[in-house]
């Protein structure tokens, strides 16, 4: 097959990938390569890590942080450094061809690292991990906390993005401007869901072990940490349907998005009727630093929730 300037081999296309869709490692090629124009600004600066399946979802997976030494050299690497000592050399999707190439090694699922590759110890995002509480199939829970969620970034005049993850929940996606380090996004975006408690105790927990949430939904602020990463916008999950983690306008959440609404079957239809509702995103990157006088005086207005007390 011949992607851009590149010849890709694509092997066994036709081994069942999705048993219970009936689609085959073919079909997830095809995808890919039918969204890649959406998608390429949205690998081309960072890291991946490949989640792989080399016989399909049903079979054995593993995720793969290092580029493999077969690699093509045309494959852009990204050399990033471990806290505890040594580095490792991650892939970087930069072109068609390598996310043909990387599909065809059964990366099912790719997951980006949240810095650039130009400056690692910044991130530009900042991420909100939304699932239903106790392990629940609770869209219209997971949902609420969203949209709750985005009003009080507004509140601090921060523009987010809502993204499904393709499983049971959703992404909420802040653009920075790469002024603050990890630790200090971390604390921001800590401090935002406290605040967010605080409102609404009998629905929100700050509480990390599962056990401890009553019920409650966790807002996931721990992914804003070095080494962390977040699923790729219109990357495939290893779930029967072959669910895409999409882009969503905040107005298809309010009218009742669904995490896994979308498939590798119906997102070409969508990208061919709309654009992509993130598209440019970073043109809309601030910094933290003038929030958080704001984000302090909002969480003073507020009684600390009675779970901050014990």
Do not use: C
Not at 164 to 176: A, C, E, N, Y
Not at 226 to 244: E, F, I, Q
Not at 273 to 284: S, T, Y
């Amino acid at each position: 097959m011949k992607v851009g300037r590149r010849q890709i081999d694509i092997s066994n296309r036709n081994k069942m990938f999705f048993p219970d869709a009936g689609l085959t490692k073919g079909d997830l090629v095809d995808y890919y390569l039918a969204v890649a124009e959406t998608m390429l600004p949205h690998l081309k600066h960072y890291g991946v890590n490949m989640q792989r399946f080399p016989d399909g979802i049903d079979g054995k997976s593993f995720y793969q942080k290092d580029a493999s030494d077969y690699f093509p050299d045309w494959i852009d690497t990204v050399t990033i450094p471990k806290r505890e000592g040594g580095s490792f050399a991650a892939p970087v999707i930069s072109s068609k061809a390598a996310l043909a190439y990387l599909v065809d090694q059964a990366m099912l699922t790719p997951h980006l690292y949240l810095s650039r590759k130009d400056d690692l110890e910044h991130p530009d995002r900042m991420i909100f991990d939304l699932d239903p509480p106790g392990g629940q199939d609770d869209a219209k829970a997971v949902r609420s906390a969203a949209l709750d969620l985005y009003r009080i970034l507004e509140e601090l005049d921060l523009q987010s993005w809502a993204q499904t993850t393709g499983s049971k929940g959703f992404h909420i996606i802040v653009p920075l401007d790469r002024s603050a380090g990890f630790d200090t996004v971390r604390g921001f975006a800590e401090d935002t869901v406290r605040l967010l408690v605080r409102r609404h105790p009998e629905r929100y927990t700050l509480a990390q072990q599962k056990d401890q949430r009553a019920g409650k939904i966790f807002l996931d602020w721990l992914r804003n940490a070095y080494g962390a990463t977040a699923v790729a916008p219109y990357a495939v999950r290893a779930l029967p349907a072959a669910p895409v983690a999409t882009p969503l306008e905040w107005q298809e959440l309010e009218n009742g998005a669904g995490p896994r609404d979308w498939t590798i079957e119906n997102i070409p239809d969508r990208l061919g009727q709309k654009n992509d509702p993130m598209a440019g995103i970073m043109r809309h990157a601030r910094s933290l630093a003038p929030r958080r006088e704001k984000l302090d005086q909002l969480l003073a207005r507020e009684s600390p929730a009675e779970e901050e007390k014990e």
